[in-house]
């Protein structure tokens, strides 16, 4: 069974920092891109970065550049998002999500269940 | 950005109605398009790809059309445990863009 269970949100003060991770298990890990998706609450779904199967790209939500870093370790099976500089803003449940397989863009398939991550004083 | 506007926000139907919720890409994103079910409180799950390839597993009361800028996802007899949020998203670019989402509800 294809598994993907986040850890690491909880309460952060502005301009604080948290790493979340997403352990994956059930299917070859090196051969997906990942995604972490968003979600804010009461909000839709919005997108924050993607990081290819080697790792060779990282893509970034222009909202989150320069203050996030995805990451992803093989040997672990496991995708980061590393936060910096959080904001009340970036209060959200975080979701990581498998993509695509080959060359092209597939959807994401399957979600975690989310880790919640709240940003205050 | 592609932008992805949803309709409507939220709608209330009864058992056995037909819902339809459509979603327009502000350019053409051939059949790059799927929904996702969000239930109360869970993480989404996907429904249909392509735009109209149902998942293995998603029960046929769910279809999905459409091609280019225009999208439609329909459930031909709701049941109460559609009720949920329904989410557009095109993955024809990056960044990926998602729908405002669709909350249905029971009458």
């Known amino acids: 069974e294809v598994q993907l269970v986040e850890s690491g949100g909880g309460l952060v003060q502005p301009g604080g920092s948290l790493t979340l991770s997403c352990v994956t298990s059930?299917?070859?890990?090196?051969?997906?891109?990942m995604t972490w998706v968003r979600q804010a609450p009461g909000k839709g779904l919005e997108w924050v970065a993607s990081?290819?199967?080697?790792?060779?790209?990282?893509y970034y939500a222009d909202s989150v550049r320069a203050k996030f870093l995805i990451s992803r370790d093989g040997a672990k099976n496991t995708l980061y998002l590393r936060m910096n500089n959080l904001r009340e803003a970036d209060t959200a449940t975080y979701y990581c999500?498998?993509?695509?397989?080959?060359?092209?863009?597939?959807?994401?398939?399957?979600w975690g269940q989310g880790t919640p991550v709240i940003v205050s004083s | 950005d592609i932008l992805m506007a949803q309709s409507p926000s939220s709608l209330s139907a009864s058992v056995g109605d037909r819902v339809t919720i459509t979603c327009q890409a502000s350019e053409d994103i051939m059949t790059f398009l799927a929904w996702y079910q969000q239930r109360p409180g869970k993480a989404p799950k996907l429904l249909i790809y392509d735009s109209s390839t149902l998942k293995t597993g998603v029960p046929t009361r769910f279809s999905g059309s459409g091609s280019g800028t225009e999208f439609t996802l329909t459930i031909s007899s709701l049941r109460p445990e559609d009720v949920a949020t329904y989410h557009c998203?095109?993955?024809?670019?990056?960044?990926?863009?998602f729908g405002g989402g669709t909350r249905v509800e029971l009458k």
């Open positions: 059930g299917f070859p890990f090196d051969n997906y891109d």
């Open positions: 990081i290819k199967k080697d790792a060779s790209d990282k």
């Open positions: 998203q095109q993955y024809d670019s990056l960044p990926l863009t």
């Open positions: 999500a498998r993509g695509s397989e080959d060359d092209g863009m597939e959807p994401l398939d399957p």
